[in-house]
């Protein structure tokens, strides 16, 4: 019956109807996000990482469960009907939970500290974008791309993932880099102090230290345009209406 697919139509979007003269609904519709074909091979890539997702959604319950179990997600990490001010406060009850011992610097440095990372594309995502530690705009609104760290210029959720592949990677290089300068260094110095080191060759060291510093980093680059997840073509399932 038409009140069967009403209240389906509930449970994944937004009815809404029409009316010409006032009297009598003439039609009605229901307008619903299209979940991306990537989104649930991303959330598993995510959780394979042992990164834990949640979804912050200002939706109505039965819609967000409805998207939220199609993408694998567990009923504790769907909240819905969020307002900004809430979005705000549950990424800042997440950052005092990753972080026990607060930011002071007499912190235990060996203690292992979770990131918080903000995924928005709304106007309503800003302040938690802001307050996260990593805030991810993608392709929103000029506030939430202003407001956060990374910014996405489309909605190609394997981009998230290749941005934190790019990130562990650049973090790799920066340790390479400083341990092998420090290594040098320290050698150069040992020689020094024996009076075995000419001037020229502290020269020479500091400068290849340089050059082999400058390559390494240069590995990061992309040598030539190698097929992505995310560039591979995409076909969109259309949605249930009227």
């Excluded at 005092?96 to 995924?119: C, Q, R, Y």
């Excluded at 506030?143 to 394997?158: G, I, Q």
């Excluded at 020094?192 to 990061?220: E, F, P, Y």
Aim: glycine share 8%; net charge negative.
């Amino acid at each position: 019956s038409d009140k069967a697919k009403v209240a389906k139509w509930e449970t994944i979007g937004t009815v809404g109807f029409m009316t010409i003269g006032g009297q009598d609904i003439d039609c009605i519709y229901c307008v619903a996000d299209a979940v991306r074909p990537e989104s649930r091979e991303v959330l598993l890539n995510l959780g394979e990482r042992g990164i834990n997702t949640m979804m912050l959604t200002g939706d109505n319950s039965d819609t967000a469960r409805s998207i939220g179990f199609a993408l694998g997600m567990q009923a504790d990490q769907i909240k819905s009907q969020i307002l900004p001010e809430e979005k705000l406060s549950i990424v800042a009850s997440l950052k005092d939970e990753s972080s026990p011992n607060g930011h002071s610097i007499f912190s235990n440095p060996l203690t292992t500290k979770w990131l918080v990372a903000m995924v928005g594309d709304g106007v309503n995502d800003a302040p938690a974008l802001a307050a996260a530690d990593i805030g991810v705009a993608v392709a929103g609104s000029a506030l939430a791309m202003e407001t956060a760290d990374v910014t996405l210029m489309d909605s190609k959720l394997w981009k998230l993932v290749y941005s934190i592949d790019m990130g562990q990677r650049v973090i790799r290089k920066i340790k390479e880099n400083v341990a092998f300068s420090l290594i040098v260094k320290f050698l150069v110095l040992g020689f020094a102090l024996a009076g075995k080191a000419a001037l020229w060759a502290a020269i020479a060291s500091d400068v290849g230290a340089m050059l082999l510093v400058t390559l390494n980093s240069m590995t990061l680059l992309p040598v030539r345009k190698e097929k992505t997840p995310f560039d591979a073509t995409e076909t969109k399932k259309p949605l249930e209406g009227v």
